[in-house]
């Protein structure tokens, strides 16, 4: 997404607050997606490292290898692009990465500082290099700090999750009329991804890109995603779908990820092939019924842990208290599943601006019985919104 520089960022004003509240006096961030979160720039392709260098006063400034100079100049929204490396006639500030970023940090007077670092996504021997770059510094794990700031979303990060929830919600209506007309799992999960692709082709614009973020040894270049599992392999949670039809009675799980410039929407649906047996059905209702339970509460100052909670007392009600999920959700946005769970444990508040999804589940191994419903939830300054908005509830083909 094509971004002016000279837009401010509210993202930028968090981070800065929560750097002088820990006496950190720059960010140097080489994770793909927090330099997307600073810059507005995702290259797709991380096969040498980006890098941003958010100072606590004065502007961020971008590096990147010479090769994606001009990328970076046409979609960032920083000013301040630096490039390394050699690559046809770009103007860089030397071969590697470890003597621009030196000269970066001593231009802005930091070669003293307390320096962040994402600790939890940086590697040991990157982590040494930065220190013998700058022997002078403290090196600090920002990791949470940056997890925290994430949690609100920005009116643009809004903007994207609405229009990749646009994109997951034709991707399960697809998917669904799929299985309807008796396909396969791999024929449901095609018909899913066409679908989504044929909308971002003929109905968005060229400011819209689907791309993911990749790494060192290759690239995401679309990021909307669909699996489909049936039956049995419904426990599999996470894997690809095979030629496996559905068979009557049982349940079929349908997963999408979607995405708009950066960030994810996801969609989940359960679906009924044919009438459901009893104890399929019961399950299903149950967590139908706490769904309706929870979402009356997801309101400002609400406690995300309260979301379980309910959750926990509705499954121990329906007799279900062996089966009690770990989580019911997590928070999305640059990434499909971000830092922050819903469980009980979490100390997140609800706020205006936060993404998460709902997920309430049933996994019952011995009954071959298993749910899997998911929507992306923004909550807004009065209560929340869908953002995803296909048909749900008990869904019989």
């Not at 006063?57 to 000013?79: I, K, M, N, Y």
């Not at 770009?90 to 470890?98: A, D, E, R, V, Y």
């Not at 799929?178 to 614009?205: C, V």
């Not at 959750?311 to 640059?334: F, K, S, V």
Request: aromatic content about 6%; some cysteine; charged content about 20%.
């Amino acid at each position: 997404m094509s971004l002016s520089s000279d837009t401010p960022r509210p993202r930028i004003a968090r981070l800065k607050a929560a750097m002088a509240a820990q006496g950190i006096d720059v960010l140097v961030s080489f994770k793909p997606e927090h330099t997307f979160y600073m810059s507005g720039f995702n290259p797709i392709l991380y096969s040498h490292p980006v890098i941003a260098i958010l100072p606590a006063e004065g502007a961020p400034t971008l590096l990147v290898h010479a090769l994606r100079d001009a990328h970076g100049r046409d979609e960032g929204f920083l000013s301040d692009l630096r490039a390394y490396g050699v690559w046809s006639t770009t103007k860089t500030m030397g071969p590697n990465w470890q003597d621009a970023l030196a000269a970066i940090l001593a231009e802005k007077g930091l070669e003293g500082a307390r320096i962040g670092l994402e600790a939890d996504s940086t590697p040991v021997a990157r982590w040494k290099t930065v220190e013998g770059l700058m022997p002078k510094a403290e090196l600090v794990d920002s990791s949470a700090l940056i997890d925290r700031c994430r949690l609100i979303k920005d009116p643009d990060e809004i903007a994207n999750a609405r229009i990749a929830a646009e994109m997951a919600d034709l991707g399960m209506e697809a998917a669904i009329a799929a299985l309807a007309a008796g396909g396969t799992e791999r024929e449901a999960h095609t018909a899913s991804q066409a679908a989504m692709n044929a909308h971002w082709t003929h109905k968005l614009p060229d400011t819209v890109e689907v791309a993911d973020f990749g790494g060192l040894e290759g690239g995401m270049v679309n990021g909307l995603s669909t699996w489909v599992l049936s039956g049995p392999r419904m426990f599999r949670n996470c894997d690809n779908s095979i030629t496996r039809t559905p068979q009557q009675g049982e349940f079929c799980a349908i997963f999408i990820w979607s995405i708009a410039n950066g960030i994810h929407a996801e969609n989940e649906r359960t679906v009924a092939i044919g009438p459901a047996p009893d104890k399929r059905r019961r399950a299903l209702d149950t967590i139908l019924k706490i769904r309706e339970e929870i979402t009356p509460v997801m309101t400002p100052g609400t406690p995300l842990a309260e979301l379980y909670n309910i959750t926990r007392r509705g499954l121990i009600e329906a007799g279900y208290d062996a089966n009690i999920p770990g989580r019911i959700g997590h928070t999305i946005g640059i990434g499909a599943h971000e830092h922050f769970s819903l469980d009980g444990k979490t100390d997140v508040i609800l706020e205006p601006g936060m993404l998460f999804t709902l997920e309430p589940n049933l996994r019952i191994p011995d009954q071959d019985v298993s749910t899997q419903i998911s929507d992306t939830i923004l909550i807004t300054e009065t209560g929340h919104e869908f953002l995803t908005r296909s048909r749900g509830g008990y869904i019989e083909v």
